[in-house]
């Protein structure tokens, strides 16, 4: 068992990396009642063209990662979330673009919910009768999230921009090709990607962490698991321009909704240069546009924008972008404001008060975030899967100078790589 301690946070870490390859990592927080508990798989909605040492390339059908997230849960003996539930438990998941993760909080029977988390993930138990079934309730899913505004918006923000990679490709997939999963699909993406050593648990709050260890070596010793070769995945080459400028969309709102995006030029960037690239564009974001900048106060005093508005960078090895946007009156004029507010920034710069106060900001908001097991385990494995550590973060904003996020505001903003998509009601 090996001991990380994070000083400048005053936290500290326990990691272990099992026989079959499964990463254990626990953070013990002293005081704490709540625990939580995620086991993840490095599998998400664009892991969707595969091969294991060097084998032949396999393509699977849009939406297998957020399907198999589905039937997971469900396990001969019935519904595993009843089982949480009589253990005191609160159990979830979720799939997004790069991982899928399974998770409980419990303040009571840690030990029983830790392994039933395990098991139940490590279980899967399909046929072709539950498969069938399955994909009718997810195409009920898919039909709701088309007629959900926030969702329409967003996606089609994504659709505009990339042109073939599969971030742009909705994450329960498409009707279309969730019909083309079956069993043996779905059992040959499980046993790539959720073989333990593309695994991380990350257990978080009032445990003891030989106790946890011990109960995972345990746990696992009884449990065979075949050697896995690397996992090599394969993407469709991704132009550098964005696919479409403007994307609009008709649905009954009472609002208008806008995003408007930026696509990042340069890709590749991995562990700490990625950490920094994000690092620096969500304060420069927060300078320029946050709720205390002066061109989020102009857009709300002219009704431009409501509590609705926002920012946020999304970024991988592979793909990287900036979301800015809400719901408004007026999308056009929206935009139009919000381009020329960039453009006269790009030529003064941020300006140092307002770079101090977001800097303070992003890092009050990164320590009042220590204070949830909830948030760490979801933001710590986010991290870890992309070769970096979430226990960075502070040093980076700390050292964060104003000149770097200016920097970085002259090579993230360029119009060139500017789409934009409006949710509106359909004309009468």
Wanted: proline content about 4%; hydrophobic content about 35%; glycine content about 6%.
């Amino acid at each position: 068992m090996e001991t990380l301690n994070y000083p400048n946070v005053q936290e500290t870490l326990y990691r272990e990396i099992l026989d079959n390859g499964l990463e254990v990592i626990v953070l013990p927080k002293e005081g704490f009642h709540k625990t939580y508990a995620t086991f993840s798989t490095k599998y998400g909605s664009i892991d969707n063209k595969f091969a294991v040492g060097g084998e032949s390339p396999v393509k699977v059908p849009d939406g297998i990662a957020h399907f198999l997230e589905h039937k997971m849960f469900e396990e001969p003996t019935g519904d595993i979330f009843a089982v949480f539930a009589s253990q005191g438990a609160s159990a979830n998941a979720y799939t997004s673009f790069d991982r899928t993760v399974y998770l409980f909080s419990a303040t009571e029977q840690i030990n029983a919910n830790l392994e039933t988390l395990i098991n139940f993930v490590q279980n899967p138990y399909f046929t072709d009768t539950n498969v069938d079934k399955e994909k009718g309730i997810i195409e009920q899913e898919i039909n709701m999230y088309r007629d959900n505004a926030d969702w329409r918006v967003y996606f089609g923000l994504i659709d505009a921009l990339y042109h073939n990679h599969p971030v742009h490709i909705d994450i329960a997939g498409t009707v279309e090709s969730i019909y083309q999963i079956d069993k043996e699909t779905l059992y040959r993406c499980y046993e790539t990607f959720y073989h333990p050593s593309n695994m991380l648990l990350f257990v978080v709050g009032g445990v003891k962490a030989d106790e946890v260890f011990e109960l995972v070596r345990a746990n696992q010793t009884s449990k065979t698991f075949k050697p896995q070769g690397d996992i090599q995945r394969f993407f469709d080459e991704e132009p550098s321009s964005v696919k479409i400028p403007r994307k609009v969309s008709e649905l009954p709102v009472s609002l208008p909704k806008v995003m408007i995006g930026f696509k990042e030029k340069e890709v590749g960037l991995e562990g700490e240069a990625l950490l920094r690239q994000e690092v620096e564009t969500k304060l420069m974001l927060e300078a320029l546009i946050g709720p205390s900048s002066k061109l989020y106060q102009s857009l709300y005093e002219q009704d431009l924008i409501s509590d609705s508005f926002g920012h946020e960078f999304n970024s991988s090895s592979g793909y990287s972008f900036s979301v800015i946007g809400g719901d408004t009156p007026k999308p056009d004029e929206l935009i139009a404001q919000i381009k020329a507010a960039v453009e006269a920034m790009l030529k003064t710069g941020i300006e140092p008060a307002a770079f101090e106060r977001s800097k303070r900001k992003k890092i009050g908001g990164y320590l009042r975030m220590l204070n949830s097991p909830e948030a760490i385990a979801g933001e710590f494995t986010r991290y870890r899967f992309r070769d970096s550590d979430m226990f960075d973060v502070l040093a980076f904003y700390e050292s964060c100078t104003l000149e770097q996020i200016n920097a970085r505001l002259i090579e993230h903003f360029d119009f060139n790589q500017m789409s934009v998509s409006i949710v509106q009601s359909p004309a009468e």
